[in-house]
C-alpha cells in the first residue's frame, strides 16, 4: 500500500476517517487470540479466580487511563505513532525506540506462532489421531504467515472482522458450558491454586500490564483514523470491555477443567473442532498483524531493504525463537515489558499536551531529542533496579518507569514550559 493510503509520515485525510466502534472492535479483536487465552487461564490456575479479577481489573483500569490519553493524542495529531515519537525522540532517537518496540513485537510474533502450532498439532492428534512433529508445524505455519503478510493480510483481516465477533459468542457459550457443568458455581470461587504456584497477585497484575503495554503506546495509529475525540474514546471499550472478558472466559473455563490449553479445555466441552477454527483464523490473522506491524516498525531503522526482504528475515528470526520454545519465558518476557516501556508512553503524552500544546509542527523534528532519550534510558534503568529488588519506590515498576520518566522529562523542559 502506498504511503498516500497508510499515511506513514503524513496526516490522515478526512476520507479515510472512520467509526470509533469499528476500531474498538479491532482492539476487542487483538484479546481473542491464544496467548491472551493462555495467559488468563496461567493467572486464575497460579492466584485464583477472586485474585485474578482483581488483577484483570487494575490491569484494565491502568491501560484503559493510557489509551485514554493516547488515542486523544493519536485522534488530534493525526499522525501515526512512529511521527508521534520523532517530536518526543528525534528523528535519529524515534530509531531506538522504534528498535525496542519491534523486539517486543517479534517476542509476540514467537509466542503467538508456537502456542498456534501447539493448538494445530494438538487438534490434529484429538480429531484424527495423527500427532504432527512441532518443528514441522511451526514452519508450515509460519510459512502461511509470512506469506499472508506479503500477499494478503487485507482480505484475511477482513475474515477476522467476522471471525472475531462469531468467535466472542462462541467463547462465552463455552464459559456457559462450562459453569453449567459445575454443580456450584462456589466451586470457582473457592479455588485453591497448588502449593507449588509462585505466582503472587503483584507479579499477575504485572504480567497482564505488561501483555497490553504496547496498545497504549501504539493506539495512535488507530485513533489517527477515528472521526473525532468523542468517537476516539468509545474505541477505548475494545480495552475496557474487549480484555477482561477474555480473561474471565479463559478463567472460567481454565479451573473448571483444570487446564490452561484452550485446545484441552475445549475438548472436555466437547468442542474441540470449532473452537480449533475459530481460534485458528483470529491467531493468524493477529500473527500476520504482528509481523506486518514489526516489518514497518523495522523499516523506519533499515530503510534499503524491501517490504518481502525485511519480510522474511524477520519471520525467520521469530521462527526460530518458537522453535527454541520462547513462550515458556512469556512471565519474564512481559515483566520486562513493565520495565522499558510504559516510559515511552508517559515522555509522549506530556510531550504533546503540555509541551507542544497538542501542536506538532512538521517542520520543527529535532535530529536527537536528547530530554527524552535521556528520561526514557533513566526511568528504564531505576525501574528495572526496582524490579530486580535492589532497592523499591512505589513497588511497581511499570509504575516506577512512568512516573520517573514523566517527572524527568518535565523537569528538562522546565524552562520551556514555564514559557
Same mark, same amino acid.
Given at each position: 500500500?502506498?504511503?498516500?493510503?497508510?499515511?506513514? @509520515?503524513?496526516?490522515?485525510?478526512?476520507?479515510?476517517? @472512520?467509526?470509533?466502534?469499528?476500531? =474498538? +472492535?479491532?482492539?476487542? #479483536?487483538?484479546?481473542?487470540?491464544?496467548?491472551?487465552?493462555?495467559?488468563?487461564?496461567?493467572?486464575?490456575?497460579?492466584?485464583?479466580? $477472586?485474585?485474578?479479577?482483581?488483577?484483570?481489573?487494575?490491569?484494565?483500569?491502568?491501560?484503559?487511563?493510557?489509551?485514554?490519553?493516547?488515542?486523544?493524542? =493519536?485522534?488530534?495529531?493525526?499522525?501515526?505513532?512512529?511521527?508521534?515519537?520523532?517530536?518526543?525522540?528525534?528523528?535519529?532517537?524515534?530509531?531506538?525506540?522504534?528498535?525496542?518496540?519491534?523486539?517486543?513485537? /517479534?517476542?509476540?510474533?514467537?509466542?503467538?506462532?508456537?502456542?498456534?502450532?501447539?493448538?494445530?498439532?494438538?487438534?490434529?492428534?484429538?480429531?484424527?489421531?495423527?500427532?504432527?512433529? +512441532?518443528?514441522?508445524?511451526?514452519?508450515?505455519?509460519?510459512?502461511?504467515?509470512?506469506?499472508?503478510?506479503?500477499?494478503?493480510?487485507?482480505?484475511?483481516?477482513?475474515?477476522?472482522?467476522?471471525?472475531?465477533?462469531?468467535?466472542?459468542?462462541?467463547?462465552?457459550?463455552?464459559?456457559?458450558?462450562?459453569?453449567?457443568?459445575?454443580?456450584?458455581?462456589?466451586?470457582?470461587?473457592?479455588?485453591?491454586?497448588?502449593?507449588?504456584?509462585?505466582?503472587?497477585?503483584?507479579?499477575?497484575?504485572?504480567?497482564?500490564?505488561?501483555?497490553?503495554?504496547?496498545?497504549?503506546?501504539?493506539?495512535?495509529?488507530?485513533?489517527?483514523?477515528?472521526?473525532?475525540?468523542?468517537?476516539?474514546?468509545?474505541?477505548?471499550?475494545?480495552?475496557? /470491555?474487549?480484555?477482561?472478558?477474555?480473561f474471565i472466559i479463559a478463567?472460567?473455563?481454565? /479451573?473448571?477443567?483444570?487446564?490452561?490449553?484452550?485446545?484441552?479445555?475445549?475438548n472436555s466441552l466437547d468442542l474441540v473442532l470449532p473452537?480449533?477454527?475459530?481460534?485458528?483464523?483470529? @491467531?493468524?490473522?493477529?500473527?500476520?498483524?504482528?509481523?506486518?506491524?514489526?516489518? *514497518?516498525?523495522?523499516?523506519?531503522? %533499515?530503510?534499503?531493504?524491501?517490504?518481502? $526482504?525485511?519480510?522474511?528475515?524477520?519471520?525467520?528470526?521469530?521462527? =526460530?525463537?518458537?522453535?527454541?520454545?520462547?513462550? #515458556?519465558?512469556?512471565?519474564?518476557?512481559?515483566?520486562? *515489558?513493565?520495565?522499558?516501556?510504559?516510559?515511552?508512553?508517559?515522555?509522549?503524552? +506530556?510531550?504533546?499536551?503540555?509541551?507542544? %500544546? %497538542? %501542536?506538532?509542527?512538521?517542520?520543527? /523534528?529535532?535530529?536527537?531529542?536528547?530530554?527524552?532519550?535521556?528520561?526514557?534510558?533513566?526511568?528504564?534503568?531505576?525501574?528495572?533496579?526496582?524490579?530486580?529488588?535492589?532497592?523499591?519506590?512505589?513497588?511497581?515498576?511499570?509504575?516506577?518507569?512512568?512516573?520517573?520518566?514523566?517527572?524527568?522529562?518535565?523537569?528538562?523542559?522546565?524552562?520551556?514550559? $514555564?514559557?
Amino acid at each position: 500500500m502506498s504511503d498516500s493510503n497508510q499515511y506513514t @509520515t503524513s496526516k490522515v485525510a478526512a476520507k479515510d476517517f @472512520t467509526s470509533g466502534w469499528v476500531i =474498538g +472492535l479491532v482492539i476487542a #479483536g487483538m484479546g481473542f487470540s491464544l496467548p491472551i487465552l493462555f495467559l488468563g487461564s496461567e493467572v486464575a490456575l497460579g492466584i485464583g479466580l $477472586k485474585d485474578a479479577l482483581i488483577a484483570y481489573g487494575i490491569s484494565t483500569l491502568v491501560l484503559t487511563v493510557l489509551c485514554v490519553a493516547t488515542t486523544l493524542i =493519536g485522534n488530534r495529531s493525526r499522525l501515526s505513532t512512529y511521527m508521534i515519537l520523532r517530536f518526543s525522540f528525534g528523528e535519529e532517537g524515534a530509531k531506538i525506540i522504534n528498535f525496542i518496540i519491534g523486539i517486543i513485537l /517479534i517476542g509476540w510474533f514467537s509466542v503467538a506462532l508456537e502456542l498456534l502450532a501447539q493448538a494445530i498439532q494438538e487438534t490434529s492428534t484429538e480429531v484424527i489421531g495423527l500427532t504432527l512433529p +512441532l518443528w514441522v508445524v511451526v514452519v508450515v505455519a509460519s510459512i502461511f504467515i509470512t506469506v499472508t503478510t506479503i500477499y494478503g493480510i487485507r482480505s484475511i483481516e477482513k475474515l477476522a472482522n467476522v471471525a472475531v465477533p462469531i468467535l466472542a459468542i462462541f467463547l462465552c457459550y463455552a464459559t456457559y458450558k462450562a459453569l453449567g457443568q459445575v454443580t456450584e458455581v462456589s466451586n470457582l470461587w473457592d479455588y485453591v491454586p497448588p502449593k507449588e504456584s509462585t505466582l503472587t497477585l503483584f507479579t499477575a497484575t504485572s504480567v497482564l500490564i505488561g501483555s497490553s503495554i504496547l496498545v497504549p503506546i501504539l493506539m495512535a495509529d488507530f485513533s489517527r483514523f477515528i472521526y473525532n475525540d468523542k468517537q476516539s474514546l468509545v474505541s477505548v471499550l475494545g480495552i475496557i /470491555i474487549g480484555t477482561p472478558l477474555v480473561f474471565i472466559i479463559a478463567a472460567i473455563t481454565s /479451573i473448571k477443567t483444570g487446564e490452561v490449553d484452550i485446545i484441552k479445555i475445549m475438548n472436555s466441552l466437547d468442542l474441540v473442532l470449532p473452537a480449533f477454527i475459530l481460534l485458528f483464523v483470529s @491467531t493468524w490473522v493477529t500473527n500476520a498483524s504482528n509481523l506486518y506491524s514489526t516489518v *514497518l516498525t523495522f523499516s523506519t531503522i %533499515q530503510t534499503t531493504w524491501s517490504f518481502k $526482504k525485511m519480510c522474511l528475515i524477520i519471520s525467520l528470526f521469530g521462527t =526460530g525463537l518458537a522453535l527454541f520454545g520462547f513462550s #515458556g519465558y512469556l512471565f519474564g518476557f512481559l515483566d520486562i *515489558l513493565g520495565v522499558f516501556t510504559p516510559s515511552i508512553s508517559a515522555i509522549y503524552i +506530556l510531550d504533546f499536551f503540555w509541551l507542544k %500544546q %497538542q %501542536q506538532y509542527d512538521l517542520e520543527k /523534528i529535532e535530529s536527537w531529542g536528547k530530554e527524552g532519550l535521556l528520561s526514557w534510558a533513566v526511568s528504564s534503568i531505576i525501574a528495572l533496579l526496582t524490579y530486580f529488588g535492589l532497592f523499591q519506590i512505589t513497588h511497581a515498576h511499570f509504575v516506577d518507569s512512568f512516573l520517573i520518566a514523566g517527572l524527568m522529562y518535565w523537569f528538562l523542559n522546565r524552562k520551556t514550559l $514555564k514559557k
